[in-house]
């Protein structure tokens, strides 16, 4: 898996609105605090990648991304950065808030 590049393995895009818990979700499957997380929304900036192996699929790549309804000042960029990954994932998770 380490020498397989990330454009040949299974691509899992997480997705969603901003502060939605996509980071949260990624921690979670992975086990560890692979993107950093915060109640402030548009913590995550850039799209984190994280290879596992996830059985029984085998090894893929998750994709963590910025929220696609993002209102900041650098926000339209960062969704046109997160559309233009979602464009190229096998999977996508879309993260939903609980309450709406």
């Known amino acids: 898996m380490q020498n397989t590049p990330n454009s040949l393995l299974l691509r899992i895009g997480i997705c969603g609105r901003t502060n939605t818990g996509k980071s949260s979700l990624l921690n979670m499957i992975t086990g560890q ?5 915060s109640v402030i929304p548009g913590t995550t900036t850039d799209v984190v ?4 192996k996830l059985s029984p699929i085998g090894p893929v790549v998750f994709l963590d991304t910025a929220g696609i309804d993002d209102l900041s000042q650098l ?6 950065q997160t559309m233009k990954k979602l464009g190229s994932v096998d999977i996508a998770l879309i993260v939903l808030e609980g309450n709406v």
């Open 33 to 37: 605090k692979t993107s950093i997380t």
């Open 49 to 52: 990648t994280k290879r596992m």
């Open 75 to 80: 926000g339209k960029e960062r969704v046109k």
